[in-house]
């Protein structure tokens, strides 16, 4: 695990949105807000967070057809800050979630769970889009087991 991880609990406050990079890769980012509520001086404040998620390859296709805004999730990943330059010239950053796992919260909801048939990692036989549902070959797993 990357040493600068995190997990967020929070709902999702806009639709994922699915793209392509020019090689085929999917990435998925949504908006979660994270709010935490306490007690100060006897009366309940709240304080909200807002961080930014992406969700690279078959997980980012599955965040696409899975959630919508307003879902409680579980977000467990790591932190990465991007910086950039507007075109007047000022510096900007921002510190977003790249997504190692991904679940619903269960602790208001329920969810029914459909499992993928498994893929090779930068499958893009399908016009730059991995494909489902081909056989994996032997072994195919890389590190990973098979569930």
């Known amino acids: 695990m ?3 991880s995190v997990t967020l609990v929070g709902n999702i406050t806009r639709d994922p949105e699915l793209r392509f990079t020019s090689s085929g ?16 001086n006897g009366q309940w404040e709240e304080q909200t967070s807002f961080f930014n998620v992406n969700c690279w390859g078959q997980m ?8 919508q805004k307003g879902a409680r999730v579980v977000v467990t990943g790591r932190l990465d ?3 950039w330059e507007t075109q007047e010239g000022e510096k900007r950053s921002t510190v977003e979630i790249t997504a190692d796992e991904i679940g619903p919260s269960l602790r208001w909801a329920t969810c029914d769970i459909t499992k993928n048939d498994r893929r090779e990692p930068g499958d893009t036989s399908a016009g730059g889009r991995p494909v489902a549902n081909e056989p994996v070959a032997a072994g195919g797993y890389g590190d990973e087991e098979p569930f």
């Open 60 to 67: 980012g296709e599955n965040v696409a057809q899975s959630l």
């Open 81 to 83: 800050q991007r910086s």
């Open 25 to 40: 890769q999917a990435i998925a980012t949504f908006g979660l807000a994270v709010n935490r509520r306490f007690q100060r």
């Open 2 to 4: 990357p040493d600068n």
